[in-house]
């Protein structure tokens, strides 16, 4: 593999088509304002690297970036790449992952609007993000210990897993199909409306309006917290541990809930059951 050190790159194209390069202590910046410095490159390594110029990783094959830095002017850093690992690195640039497929990245912190559209097979472990319409249409997802916060993430995924992980999201997991969110906590309005085949487990679910129009949804020994105007027009089978402010009109199905503050069954197609399941009181014993 060659070695590239202590090297400032601002030039177009400046490491165009390059195979098995180890880029160590540099940066794409500079006055020539230059793009795409890696673009069409295979076996690449990035290590302590600055990234503040546009379109450093396009075409990409084989691809590991650690502790390095993608800047706000660093826009869309990586597209059209595969088989990529990142680890402890920025990425604060607009678009930065879109295209790609099989991905990696742990301990990453991710500031960028438009993030991970199109992505297929990706991994995130340890990371935190702030985005909006973050990881639309994505397929093969699977997030561990995720912190988020943003609008309209995880629109129109297909087939993830989540698991101990926090988000605090407007719009989230609108028209997501096969979906499955573990030990995790849930903040946001209108949660997963028109989702098919959503599972949560040991879930807390804040906000109002969630689950509408869903298909398929499953929630298993869940909390809902500040929760109004849930389930409706929705297939449900749901098992929660907290009371619920109001549930509307659920399609169909099963929920047991300690207790409602509301039911609403105003439409005559709402043919789910709402079962109100009271904790019983702790038994005295009756000792002499």
């Keep these: 593999m060659k070695i590239i050190e ?3 790159f601002d030039e177009e194209r400046a490491l165009y088509g390059s195979h098995g390069v180890l880029l160590r202590n540099s940066a794409f910046d500079g006055p020539a304002d230059g ?3 890696f ?3 295979s076996d690449i390594e990035a290590e302590h690297v600055f990234c503040n110029l546009r379109y ?3 075409h990409d094959h084989g691809l590991k970036i650690r502790d390095s830095e993608m800047t706000e002017l660093c826009r869309a850093a990586l597209w059209y790449s595969d088989h990529i690992e990142i ?5 604060h640039g607009i678009k930065a992952l879109r295209e790609c497929s099989d991905v990696v990245l742990e301990d990453c912190d991710i500031i960028s609007p438009e993030f991970g559209w199109s992505v297929k097979n990706i991994e995130m472990k340890n990371c935190t993000a702030q985005s909006e319409y973050f990881m639309m249409r994505s397929e093969n997802l699977r997030f561990s210990q995720v912190t988020f916060q943003g609008k309209y993430s ?3 995924i297909e087939n993830a897993v989540f698991e101990n992980c926090t988000f605090d999201t407007k719009d989230a997991f609108w028209h997501g199909k096969n979906v499955t969110v ?3 906590t849930i903040k946001g309005e209108y949660l997963a409306w028109y989702s098919d085949g959503l599972t ?3 879930c807390k679910i804040i906000g109002t309006q969630p689950f509408c129009y869903c298909k398929n949804l499953r929630l298993i020994n869940c909390q809902m917290i500040d929760t109004d105007l849930a389930f409706e027009k929705s297939e449900v089978e749901a098992e929660i541990t907290t009371p619920v402010l109001s549930i509307k009109n659920p399609a169909s199905g099963h929920i047991y809930v300690p207790a409602a503050g509301e039911l609403i069954f105003d439409d005559e197609q709402a043919k789910g059951q709402v079962i109100i399941q009271e904790k019983e009181a702790p038994k005295r014993c009756a000792c002499a």
């Design 6 to 8: 202590n090297q400032t």
């Design 35 to 37: 793009e795409s410095a």
């Design 39 to 41: 673009k069409e490159s």
């Design 56 to 58: 450093p990783f396009w």
């Design 87 to 91: 680890t402890n690195t920025k990425l």
């Design 154 to 156: 995880f629109q129109y």
């Design 182 to 184: 573990k030990d995790s």
């Design 200 to 202: 949560l487990i040991n």
